[in-house]
């Protein structure tokens, strides 16, 4: 069974470029979380859909970031324009339900100069 | 507000050498703790979930705990491919994951 993806796996943009990042969940996965790690700092949460709907965007920093789910299927984050801060890790992760375990993917690793 | 704290930061064993760490957690209901490993340049890996105070989960030389206050993540003999970092995290309202710092543990042989 394939894990959750993430794509690109690393990204360098100036500042004041878009970037777009993706997440495919594992198949079936109806809950799709978006989080992210800063330097230094524990992981934390961006936002949570359930099938194509938001459930929770409490963690969404400003409104440069803007997240989509595609029917349901895949996720992506954007993030316009970009600031030196936006740079870190963003996970995308998957669950089958709530309160259950959730898989992440590899991570993006977005730097921006 | 809900929290998790990890202790100790980092540890270093050598190979063998059993210890256990710490995830201490403050939430509104506890719907569950979760552990992860995580290497260099990965994402979190998935390896326990407990429930309920007193439950317990072992896999291969990890067994995790769980009291109403805590969890321990205890490494019995442990081998240098253990050595990652390890994460604790609860979920919050809407089940976003709320994580600890992590206790990064190398082992040596």
Redesign the interface.
């Known amino acids: 069974e394939a894990g959750v993806t993430q794509f690109p796996s690393h990204s360098v943009i100036e500042k004041g470029q878009t970037v777009t990042l993706r997440c495919d969940p594992i198949s079936g996965h109806d809950n799709l979380y978006w989080y992210r790690r800063v330097m230094g700092k524990e992981i934390k949460f961006l936002l949570h859909f359930v099938k194509e709907s938001k459930q929770d965007e409490s963690g969404m920093p400003n409104n440069r970031f803007l997240a989509e789910r595609t029917g349901g299927t895949y996720s992506t984050l954007k993030v316009q324009p970009a600031e030196l801060e936006d740079s870190g890790v963003y996970f995308c992760a998957s669950s089958q339900k709530l309160f259950t375990e959730a898989f992440f993917g590899q991570g993006t690793r977005l730097t921006v100069v | 507000e809900d929290q998790v704290t990890q202790s100790p930061e980092a540890l270093r064993l050598q190979e063998g050498e059993s210890s256990s760490l710490n995830c201490s957690y403050t939430v509104s209901g506890l719907?569950?703790l979760?552990w992860?490993r995580q290497d260099p340049?990965?994402?979190?890996?998935?390896l326990f979930?407990l429930y309920s105070a007193g439950e317990e989960k072992e896999k291969e030389r990890l067994k995790a705990t769980l009291t109403k206050k805590e969890s321990f993540l205890h490494i019995t003999a442990p081998k240098p491919e253990d050595s990652a970092t390890y994460?604790c995290?609860v979920?919050?309202?809407?089940?976003?994951?709320?994580?600890?710092?992590?206790t990064r543990l190398a082992v040596h042989p």
Do not use: H, Q, S, V
Not at chain 2, 91 to 102: D, Q, S, V, W
């Open positions: 719907r569950g979760f992860y340049g990965k994402g979190p890996e998935f979930t994460l995290a979920p919050g309202i809407y089940n976003k994951l709320i994580f600890g710092a992590g």
